[in-house]
């Protein structure tokens, strides 16, 4: 008699926090990573591209949720000589990072949980990609935005656009939740409005938001937040 497969015990879309994906993380390796990002056209660094011009001569740039370290590479291959900071919460990753980054002294690795810790020093900019924000309910989104306003003199926080559902997804009311064998991936995908309120509960204002597209055709949103 074969086995059952138990099935991920899924939180109700409107009772969840981001320590609700860390098993969907944890078990986020090498090779799924690898095909996601191919799917989802974000391998070329075209969200990079599109606001190179807007960060290339910053001095220094946190990168929130640095995961295997896509947003490093690409920095680095269209010549960006500044300092990069990166944070991660999952161990394997920062391990990755580690190792990959090693050679580099201009590359400075931080494990901990951006909830939790944020790195004393100033940034010019802060890059939160790939829908980072997209992994903490609203009420931790307001929190970190805030947090970051004290800490990033910019910040650049990219989405998916609302029409285009993430994939394997079930979406309801801007959450959704993502399968990847026994574990569940929970998200929150901001509105415009909520960029918004973001902002005047930080010291942010968005100077602009700039809709693109991925490799793979997926439209996406770029949202531009300064201090003031």
């Known amino acids: 008699m074969t086995a059952s497969v138990q099935q991920p015990v899924l939180p109700a879309l409107e009772q969840w926090s981001n320590v609700d994906n860390d098993g969907f993380f944890n078990a986020w390796r090498w090779n799924r990573y690898k095909a996601y990002l191919e799917r989802t056209g974000l391998e070329s660094g075209c969200d990079i591209d599109a606001i190179w011009p807007q960060i290339k001569d910053a001095k220094s740039i ?31 990753m920062v391990d990755f990072l580690k190792k990959r980054w090693s050679h580099d002294a201009k590359v400075q690795i931080i494990h901990g ?11 010019d900019v802060g890059l939160w990609m790939w829908s980072g924000i997209a992994d903490f309910n609203p009420i931790e989104q307001t929190k970190l935005i805030q947090q970051f306003g004290r800490s990033c003199g910019a910040l650049v926080v990219d989405v998916a656009c609302h029409i285009t559902h993430p994939i394997g997804t079930i ?30 509960k930080s010291k942010f204002v968005e100077l602009m938001n700039k809709q693109y597209f991925t490799a793979g055709k997926i ?3 770029m949202h531009q937040l300064r201090v003031v």
């Open 62 to 92: 946190l990168d929130i949720g640095s995961g295997f370290g896509r947003v490093i590479e690409h920095l680095r291959a269209r010549g960006y000589k500044g300092h990069i900071t990166a944070i991660e919460k999952c161990s394997h």
């Open 113 to 123: 949980d951006i909830l939790k810790v944020i790195p004393m020093q100033k940034f």
């Open 171 to 200: 979406l309801s009311n801007n959450t959704y939740q993502h399968r990847m064998a026994d574990t569940i991936l929970c998200g929150y995908l901001p509105t415009r409005l909520d960029m918004e309120f973001y902002c005047r």
């Open 219 to 221: 439209d996406r949103v």
